[in-house]
């Protein structure tokens, strides 16, 4: 571009100029117009670089289909609409692009989600079926015991007493209750090794 001064005060001149090709016209109307215009696409977009490119864009196509500009209407008011028209379908494309970017981060999450359903509920299934196995196995390991121990075990376990309640309720030592417990842990544990094995 060139660095002669161009008075764009008059319309019709400076578009006439611009039609004819004069660059020092194109410098001086660029000059004048992309700050405003940034501004203005900027409040569109709420974007200053996406502002700047689509300023760019008008005055490149201002200059690249400056044959078909018209010297009897305003040039700020066709940059004006130009810039809003391009803003706009910009905003347009930008808010296309991340709807789709939304779906894909969706559609991924959901089969994400999907599987860890699927192989949840099968995790799940096999933990209830295991639980109810050992269950079992406790109930018939429990069953196998001695009266009293039966009594001791069920209490501590199932009822949660402490064992000075137990050996109270029982008329026994808390430390026979302690020895009962101990010796049905190791039954109980033989048990349930031999019902695990089998799996």
């Not at 799940?124 to 018939?140: C, D, G, L, T």
């Not at 001791?152 to 008329?171: H, P, T």
């Not at 417990?181 to 090794?193: S, V």
Request: charged share 35%; net charge positive; aromatic share 8%.
């Amino acid at each position: 571009m060139g660095n002669n001064f161009f008075d764009i005060s008059d319309n019709e001149t400076t578009v006439k100029a611009l039609k004819a090709g004069n660059e020092a016209a194109f410098e001086a109307v660029y000059m004048r117009y992309a700050r405003p215009l940034r501004a203005y696409a900027g409040k569109i977009l709420k974007d200053g670089e996406l502002a700047f490119e689509v300023v760019q864009e008008v005055f490149v196509a201002v200059w690249e289909k400056r044959g078909g500009l018209d010297a009897g209407k305003p040039l700020r008011h066709y940059l004006l609409r130009a810039v809003h028209n391009n803003a706009l379908r910009m905003l347009r494309a930008e808010e296309a692009r991340r709807r789709r970017e939304g779906e894909v981060v969706r559609e991924r999450e959901e089969q994400e989600n999907r599987e860890a359903r699927n192989g949840g509920g099968e995790r799940k299934a096999e933990e209830w079926e295991e639980r109810e196995e050992r269950a079992v196995a406790v109930k018939k390991a429990v069953e196998g015991l001695p009266e009293q121990s039966r009594r001791v075990v069920r209490m501590s376990y199932w009822e949660e007493k402490k064992n000075g309640e137990i050996a109270e309720l029982l008329g026994i030592s808390v430390r026979t209750v302690e020895s009962i417990l101990y010796k049905a842990k190791q039954k109980l544990g033989q048990a349930l090794k031999k019902s695990w094995g089998r799996h």
